[in-house]
């Protein structure tokens, strides 16, 4: 009676792995192998040891030290033409998400920039576009960042925002002369420098927009690097070309922007239109960076809500009323619950609830797609987001 029972069992398995196997022929394979091919796969990297080695591209406006060489040494001032140029930089496999501090991760041997390279201008955007056309969305990132680093830390925080971020797309860091002294002259000398290198990056741009034949860019600009944007969006709308109503821009990103609120109100609603189909906003209401920087030179910043404790969406009036400018197009996220960062300010580097957003973003995910945000509402029904961490 066993041996029948095992036979029966046998011959029923059997015969499910053949219907099983007939039916999958009719399954749509195809469509299964699209899916993945649309899924924005993880960063390529080469390996060094137990080291893995990722390259980015780079811009710069800063002024070379010295004679110009195949890996020049950068300044603290704006020079009168743009260098290009590819860089290597290895990454200890183990980084996690924490306070970025890239002196501190070259000193431990986390990170490291390897080779610093430099290319002609043509051959710059020849390899830029054949990398852009060799990824899986013919896609670029764009990275800004702010006050305070040199061209060296610089690169680092952009090489470890690109590895946490683990997309697969080439990165191209514009880096400026953000590295003045760390005093009020200092600040207002680099906020100079941010005006100053805008046409340099919107430049850029417009040639990326002419020659790279990309599908998907994204810029993603942080605290003073918002301004250079800023700045940018300004020679870019200029352009008979740029402004009309067609947009060259997928996404634009803003991380404790150190940005005027009047400036942006004022100045960057039209040019957001012209050029870009997307803003996000990242604000909080407790950055004191921001808010040092708002006593410095007198205005009220976009990156920072007021810190009066009060209820969570009259604290948010001036967010809102950014909103209203272009609803359709403007995404306000509120990070004060989750940011942990020094002086409030370095979330965009130190949250992984931030990559998550961010990345949720460059997916072109709905954003009640990320669990962490919940939607608030104010007069009018303007909405806006608030980002929660895991324990909320």
Known sequence: MKTLNFKIKFVTIAVGIILLSSGCSSLPVRG???????????????????????????????????QASSSPEFGKKIAKEMTYGQLDV??????????????????HGIIGVQDVGTLDNDTFIKKLSE?????????????????????????????????????????LLFDWPGD?????????KARDYAKESGPHLGKLLADIIDKVK?????????????????????YMYDIPSLADPETE???????APDVGQKEFDEKFKDEISALSKKLTTYVSSNDDALLMSAFITGEHKLG??????????DGAKDMLYLKSLAPDRITLIDVTPINQASYGHGYYLESPEFYDDFYARMLDG???????????????????????????
């Not at 003045?180 to 207002?188: A, F, R, S």
């Not at 007021?306 to 209820?311: A, C, E, L, N, V």
């Open 249 to 255: 821009i997928d996404h634009v990103v803003f991380a």
């Open 304 to 313: 920072r809500q007021s810190s009066k404790k009060q209820d969570q969406m």
């Open 366 to 392: 709905a954003p009640n797609v990320n669990r962490r945000l919940y939607l608030m509402k104010y007069k009018g029904n303007t909405d806006y987001w608030v980002l929660q961490g895991g324990n909320k």
């Open 32 to 66: 299964a192998r699209n899916y993945f091919d649309n899924l924005y796969k993880r960063i390529p990297y080469k390996t060094d040891g137990s080291y893995r080695v990722i390259d980015i591209f780079y811009a710069t406006d800063r002024e070379i030290l010295g």
């Open 180 to 188: 003045q002294n760390v005093d009020i002259e200092g600040y207002l």
């Open 131 to 171: 990398a852009v056309q060799a990824s899986p969305h013919k896609s670029l990132m764009i990275l800004v960042f702010g006050y305070k680093d040199n061209f060296e830390a610089t690169a680092i925080k952009a090489s470890y925002f690109t590895y946490i971020l683990d997309i697969n797309t080439p990165v």
């Open 90 to 107: 290895k990454i200890d496999p183990g980084i996690r998400i924490g306070t970025m501090l890239p002196n501190k991760l070259k000193r």
């Open 214 to 234: 990309y599908e998907k860019l994204w810029i993603n600009a942080s605290s003073l690097g918002c301004q250079v944007v800023c700045d940018a969006f300004d």
